[in-house]
Structures are given as C-alpha cells and as structure tokens.
C-alpha cells in the first residue's frame, strides 16, 4: 500500500510541477524573421515570418492626388503597419507634415507620450498611443520620417498590455526599417498586390 500512495504522490507531483511549467511558460520570441521590400515606395523592414504576407491598399490623402499606400500585417497579438507617401518637401515643409500626420494620428485615439526618436537613423517623431475599438484595447508605438521624397509612418501595435510595445518583434521592426535610395532597390519585392 505505500509503495502504490508512493507512486501516486509521485505521479501527482509529476502533473503539478508540468502544469505549473506550462501556466508559467512565456512565448518566446521568434527567431525567424524574413525580409519584406516595397521597391515601389523604396522600403524594407524585418518581420517575423508568419508576418510576412502584408495587405495593401491606397488612400488620397490630399486634393492634388497624392497618394499614400497603406501595408498591414496583423494578428490576434500583434499589428505590424507601414504608411508611405511620395511627396516632395522641403525641410520646414517636411517637419510640418510629419507634426501634422503624427497629431491627426493622436485624435484617433489617446496619446499616451510624444517626441523624438530616428528611422534608419534619420530624425523622426515619435508618439505612444492607444485606441479601444470595440472595447479592446489596443497600444502603438509609432515613428513618423520624411526621407529623400518619402514620408513614412511605421507603426507597431499589441493588444491589451502596453509593456508588449517593448518586445524583441517591435524592436527588431523599427530598428530594421531601411529607406532604399535610388539604384539600391533589390531586384525581388515582395509583392503585397498577390496577397488576400
């Protein structure tokens, strides 16, 4: 009878140590990551590879027919976004721009911090915000760049707990982004037009 308790609290101690493993165990980061290029608006930008099928679409976003291409990459977790308008702009102009697309961004929602930071190690803007559509909140780290003719905005979000903003996927994605100039397009895009 003590050898069979024995084994019974052994086998029970086995399944509390394997469930405590399992509730304790964090997703780790992904080690895999795969290179997305638009040659189209000159950029590239690591992202985790199940990421890596971006969904297109242009929006005008002034009277005189610019126009911005919008690319998402989103799931239950996290939402990758990369805004690219060709405009050419001189240097107040382009400050301009970018205070107004970072503000106009800001009213969709809440502002959490604003200031300064680098994109492919041009000056940029930069701004913390949240939004709660549908009631479920949801918080972007957002980094706003004029470089050589192209304003980019290049935004990563994360459902529910800001301290997501800070994960290796979010670090690896702005620090990644690259502003391809002319003659230094590769010859392959990954063309965001084929996907669903």
């Known amino acids: 009878m003590d050898k069979r308790n024995d084994v019974l609290c052994l086998l029970a101690l086995i399944a509390v140590v394997a469930i405590s493993a399992g509730c304790s165990e964090k997703k780790q980061p992904t080690n895999e990551y795969k290179t997305f290029t638009s040659v189209t608006d000159r950029f590239s930008v690591d992202v985790p590879a199940n990421y890596i099928n971006f969904e ?38 382009a400050a301009d721009a970018l205070a107004t697309s970072r503000d106009a961004l800001a009213k969709q929602g809440e ?38 003719g192209y304003q980019y905005q ?4 994360a459902s529910k707990d800001v301290s997501k903003l800070n994960c290796p996927e979010a670090k690896r994605f702005f620090e990644s982004f690259k502003h391809l100039k002319a003659g230094e397009e590769t010859a392959t895009e990954t063309n965001p037009s084929n996907n669903p």
């Open 111 to 148: 502002a959490l911090t604003k200031g300064d930071t680098k994109l492919d190690g041009q000056p940029a803007l930069y701004m913390r915000y949240k939004t709660i559509p549908g009631g479920v909140e949801i918080n972007y780290d957002a980094a706003f760049a004029y470089i050589d």
């Open 56 to 93: 297109t679409r242009e929006q005008n976003v002034s009277s005189n027919g610019t126009k911005t291409t919008v690319y998402r990459s989103a799931s239950e977790d996290m939402i990758f976004m990369i805004y690219a308008t060709p405009e050419k702009l001189n240097a107040a102009m």
């Open 154 to 157: 290049v935004i990563f979000g």
